[in-house]
């Protein structure tokens, strides 16, 4: 599910390869579209167009407005875990082939690949405006999404971390990661 801050509606993604928009206020289905395959990771851009992380190892750009595939953004051989739009020109995606890469979703350029050969990348956040942290099962690892430098690694075997979220309501203070463990 992502919240889109230029329309207002809730999409939702699906396996059965369908994008929904919704009302959040009255739950009322606004409209759908459907994609080639398995929708596993949804984020906004910030002209509002929306950004869908498949099962089939790619990236979509949709327009809203009609409903359309303006761009697909390929180089994954894994599967879409997660996207996250760090400014207008910077989109960074997830994924089960454990990297993260770097794209600018305005011409579908990939600008930088970080594999990191560890374990599936799960999320990647951004901490500030040069570092981001990407969690991965039992490892976070923070590093310079410009330089392409690793920071710091951590590791705890006896620590899942599955899923995280960065909490920065307000945008003035330093970020909280927020990790879910199992």
Do not use: C
């Amino acid at each position: 599910l992502k919240l889109l801050k230029v329309t207002g509606y809730l999409a939702s993604g699906s396996l059965d390869y369908t994008i929904r928009l919704w009302n959040p206020v009255t739950g009322s289905f606004i409209s759908s579209f459907n994609d080639e395959d398995e929708i596993l990771a949804l984020e906004e851009l910030a002209n509002g167009n929306l950004v869908t992380g498949s099962r089939g190892r790619y990236i979509s750009i949709w327009s809203l407005l009609p409903n359309q595939k303006l761009r697909t953004l390929t180089g994954h051989t894994g599967w879409v875990w997660s996207l996250n739009l760090i400014d207008s020109n910077t989109l960074v995606s997830s994924s089960l082939d454990l990297t993260a890469k770097i794209w600018n979703p305005n011409n579908g350029s990939m600008l930088r690949e970080m594999n990191f050969n560890l374990n599936i990348v799960r999320r990647t956040h951004e901490l500030n405006d040069d570092f981001l942290i990407s969690t991965m099962d039992s490892y976070m690892i923070i590093w310079n999404y410009k330089t392409g430098i690793i920071i710091k690694t951590y590791q705890n075997n006896q620590i899942f971390f599955p899923n995280s979220e960065i909490i920065n309501p307000s945008g003035k203070h330093k970020p909280i990661i927020v990790l879910l463990f199992l």
